[in-house]
């Protein structure tokens, strides 16, 4: 499922390798305006996505979502113009929008917090496979165009889209409800044995009690809702979410046009992109593992910074950016490959919850701080500062620097209330701690003996 996503995401750079923008007669401007409109739908869809999920079941909202986006998918081959390509930016964008969040809340309910991490890490690495397996795919679909009347990128979209339809019908027999409800008319023996799913269930319920608190049909009422946003305990990781990936949100969009701009042909530039891909899968898992490992998360997102300032400083400001092809290629290339932070903060932010009632919701809200970052990076290179994209760049740097404080002032914000809450709490007797945990009304993360991860 997380393929076919990225499958239907990743294919509108490849589409514009293909010169569908000129097919459409629309300008890089107009490219930005869909991507904005896409990224807005998609943010505003996040949230009741999750009240709908909640409400019906992951295992029954998701093959919905995925089926509807496909078919929008394919629906792309017959744009005529960039009007027709904003409703389909639009309409995926909402039946996308709630995916990620939906997925992670169904995985919750099988993992820990500290196996959460890498099981994620895990589906971002099959992202970045998906996209060198389809840029390999793109290299050759994209030859078709003539066949049949159609373009290239048409043919593009109208396969992929057909690839995720048979997905998100095939998920609506594979997906359970939960650990304990795996039988099915067709699988009658289920996903664990009786004894299995005992240790499932009392693995994740040690890890986290809370999560017993509410059933996998359950919805969230206004309260619950009210709760989760006003968490402000989590607005670190948000903060995070809106920032961190900006640069390659930026370059992943523009990369085709980019070298296109550079002198490479179609052909060439998709299969350019694959060694960042590459790049991408190696330190996504050894920057995940390393957190967990050291049981430091944030001081292991240090090393995004670390990586991509150098990087952009020297896109910015050296003469050949943008001007020598193959030196600028080298340069995007290990940009796009830095090391990813999303599944730690993803992880982290379903660790800090301390509760399904606010994990459902901060899910959303920490997708969609990251789409309102996509909303921002969708608008930074203009039409007025190509080719060299100088006060784009120079933006980009910007956003890059600020991961320094933001990470460090993260840190410190846990530290210091992890530091508080052990004084009040070795202040009191046991008879008092004893009292507390049978009668406060503190819940999840606001509970005196809950300690943040970071």
């Known amino acids: ?20 923008l000129k097919d459409l007669k629309m300008t890089t401007n107009d490219y930005n305006t869909g991507n904005t409109i896409f990224y807005l739908c998609f943010l505003c869809a996040e949230l009741p996505s999750q009240l709908v999920s909640k409400r019906l079941g992951c295992d029954v909202w998701i093959p919905i979502e995925m089926t509807l986006w496909a078919i929008i998918t394919i629906s792309q081959c017959k744009m005529k113009s960039k009007h027709g390509f904003y409703v389909c930016r639009a309409l995926i964008g909402i039946m996308e929008g709630g995916f990620i969040p939906d997925l992670v809340l169904w ?44 373009t290239g990128w048409a043919w593009l979209f109208l396969i992929e889209g057909l690839f995720t339809l048979i997905i998100g019908f095939s998920s609506f027999f594979l997906m359970v409800p939960s650990p304990v409800q795996t039988k099915k008319p067709w699988n009658k023996k289920g996903w664990f044995t009786e004894r299995e799913e005992y240790i499932v269930v009392n693995k994740v319920l040690r890890d986290d009690p809370t999560k017993g608190d509410m059933h996998n049909r359950q919805g969230i009422t206004p309260k619950m809702l009210w709760q989760g946003i006003s968490d402000y305990y989590l607005w670190p990781i948000y903060l995070i979410g809106i920032t961190a990936y900006q640069p390659t949100n930026v370059l992943t969009a523009y990369l085709t046009l980019v070298l296109k701009g550079l002198g490479f042909k179609t052909i060439q530039v998709n299969l350019m992109a694959i060694p960042q891909y590459a790049i991408h899968i190696i330190l996504l898992l050894t920057i995940t593992w390393f957190s967990e490992k050291l049981n430091n998360r944030l001081g292991a997102c240090l090393f995004q910074p670390i990586w991509t300032v150098p990087l952009m400083l020297v896109l910015r400001f050296w003469k050949g950016a943008m001007v020598n092809k193959w030196g600028t290629y080298a340069v995007v290339t290990l940009i796009l490959g830095n090391p990813y932070i999303h599944a730690i903060c993803v992880s982290l932010c379903s660790r800090n919850s301390q509760s399904i009632k606010t994990r459902t919701v901060s899910a959303s809200l920490y997708n969609m701080f990251v789409q309102a970052g996509s909303i921002i990076s969708s608008n930074i290179y203009r039409t007025a500062d190509k080719p060299l994209y100088k006060t784009g760049n120079a933006v980009l740097v910007g956003f890059a620097l600020a991961m320094y404080p933001i990470l460090f002032g993260a840190k410190l914000f846990y530290i210091h209330i992890n530091n508080k809450r052990d004084k009040i709490w070795n202040a009191m007797t046991e008879e008092e701690k004893d009292d507390y945990l049978e009668n406060t009304t503190d819940v999840g993360s606001r509970r005196l003996n809950f300690r943040f991860g970071h």
């Open 107 to 150: 995985l919750s309910y099988f993992y820990t917090a500290s196996e959460l991490s890498i099981r994620l890490s895990f589906f971002w690495t099959t992202l970045s496979l998906t996209q060198i397996v389809t840029s390999l795919l793109a290299f050759g679909i994209l030859q078709m165009r003539g066949v049949s009347g159609m």
């Open 1 to 20: 499922m997380f393929v076919a996503l990225q499958v239907d995401r990743g294919n509108l750079a490849q589409a514009v390798a293909d010169d569908m």
